[in-house]
Every structure is written in structure tokens, then in C-alpha cells.
């Protein structure tokens, strides 16, 4: 089974509409992070946290909210999408450990098309 | 505040040729770490390498090899006889350790037959 899942793996959604994109993961990792891939522009920050208590904006946070619900459970919502949200969004984990090298494990993706 | 750089957009290649990815970073940390990461058309991204700062040591895994120097702060990949199954994009990234995972833009290499 794959460390890091998230779901839905693909999703089709009107404008305006609420929409929840969940990542889980077995690794036992205090860090979770979701980016989006755009076309020319590499992955870009969403939200990040570096515990169940903690979440922090990472550059491109407008528009996104984020749920920690558990270690292992980082879930995050667009709570009125719109088209230019359409994108390719990856969840990622990481160790905090001394020797990690924070070194991030990434989701298979989700791909959002916001018609 | 840190900063990936990679110039090349895309690159064509017919197989069988090296090809050179470049990255170039920026960081005020004296400890940090640079890693590769390959994307297929199928989406997901694939870790290729990590390297730390202390570490300067070139590194070759098969057909890839990875030159790190920090008087010019590039860590650049190259494939040598190139595969098409090389065709992916290809993202640089750094961090410190403490702070978050910074990415390049990505460099799309299409390899022919």
C-alpha cells in the first residue's frame, strides 16, 4: 500500500461549488504540506503543518483552507472553487528528525478541473 | 529567503545523446539540502537524489550523474545516452531542513527516437 494516498484522485467540479481534497498517510510523519503544479510554474505552497496543533500559509494560500484532523490525516478545502483553481495538487509528508534532511514524500495527486 | 532556479524550460534531444539539466539555487543557510525529483506523463513525482550541503561529492546512479558546487551554488543533472523514457519533467528543490521545500520551475526534456 502506497505510504502517502490521497483522494479523489481526479475530480470535475463547477464554479462556486464546495470542494474537499483529503491526503493521508502511514509514515508516521509529523509534517504535512499540499502544493499545486501549474503549467510552467513548478509546485507551489499551499499550507503546510508541522503538527496536528500547527498550520501555517505557504505562498499561494488565498482561496484554500486546510483541516489537520489527525498525524496522519491533512485535508484541504476550496470553499468556493473557481476555474483558475484548476490544477494538478499534491500532498507531501516529512520527518522532523536530526539526519531526515526533510526530505518530502509525495502523494500521487489530485487532479482538479474547475469548469 | 531561498530560491531555485531552473533556466531551461525544455529540452529536445534525440536519444541516445547527454543531456545537462541546470539548477541554480540561492540560500543564506550554511546547512541545507537539495534533492531531484522526475515526472513522468503520468503524473506522479519520482525522487532521484538528495544531497547535503557538506556533501560536495559528485554522485553517478547508472546513465545519471549529479555535479554539486557550491562556489557557483548549482547542484545540475545529467543523463547520459538519454532514453525515452527519460521524457518527464524534472524539478530541482532545496530546503534547510527547518524551513519549507522550494522548487524550480521544472525543465520538460523530450527525448526522440
Known amino acids: 500500500d502506497a505510504d502517502v494516498t490521497q483522494t479523489p484522485r481526479n475530480r470535475i467540479t463547477k464554479t462556486g461549488k464546495r470542494i474537499m481534497l483529503e491526503c493521508s498517510q502511514t509514515?508516521?510523519?509529523?509534517?504535512m504540506y499540499w502544493y499545486r503544479q501549474d503549467p510552467g510554474l513548478g509546485l507551489r505552497l499551499i499550507y503546510y503543518s508541522f503538527d496536528v496543533k500547527d498550520i501555517n500559509k505557504g505562498e499561494i494560500s488565498d482561496g484554500y483552507s486546510v483541516s489537520r484532523q489527525a498525524q496522519a490525516k491533512f485535508s484541504l478545502s476550496l470553499e468556493s472553487a473557481i476555474p483558475n483553481q484548476t490544477a494538478l495538487y499534491f500532498c507531501?509528508?516529512?520527518?522532523?528528525?536530526?539526519?531526515?534532511?526533510?526530505?518530502?514524500?509525495f502523494g500521487p495527486g489530485t487532479r482538479l478541473t474547475v469548469l | 529567503a531561498q530560491k531555485v532556479t531552473q533556466a531551461q524550460t525544455e529540452i529536445s534531444v534525440v536519444e541516445k545523446e547527454d543531456v545537462t539539466l541546470d539548477c541554480v539555487y540561492e540560500?543564506?543557510?550554511?546547512?541545507?539540502?537539495l534533492f531531484w525529483y522526475k515526472q513522468p506523463p503520468s503524473g506522479e513525482l519520482v525522487f532521484l537524489i538528495r544531497?547535503?550541503?557538506?556533501?560536495?561529492q559528485n554522485e553517478i546512479s547508472g546513465r545519471y550523474s549529479w555535479n554539486f558546487q557550491k562556489s557557483t551554488s548549482s547542484f545540475n543533472f545529467t543523463i547520459t545516452a538519454s532514453q525515452v523514457v527519460d521524457s518527464a519533467v524534472y524539478f530541482c528543490a532545496l530546503t534547510s531542513g527547518y524551513s519549507t521545500l522550494t522548487f524550480g520551475k521544472g525543465t520538460m526534456l523530450l527525448v526522440s527516437p
Open positions: 544531497r547535503n550541503s557538506f556533501d560536495e
Open positions: 540560500t543564506r543557510d550554511t546547512t541545507y539540502y
Open positions: 509514515k508516521g510523519h509529523d509534517r
Open positions: 507531501a509528508t516529512s520527518d522532523a528528525g536530526l539526519g531526515s534532511y526533510n526530505e518530502q514524500f
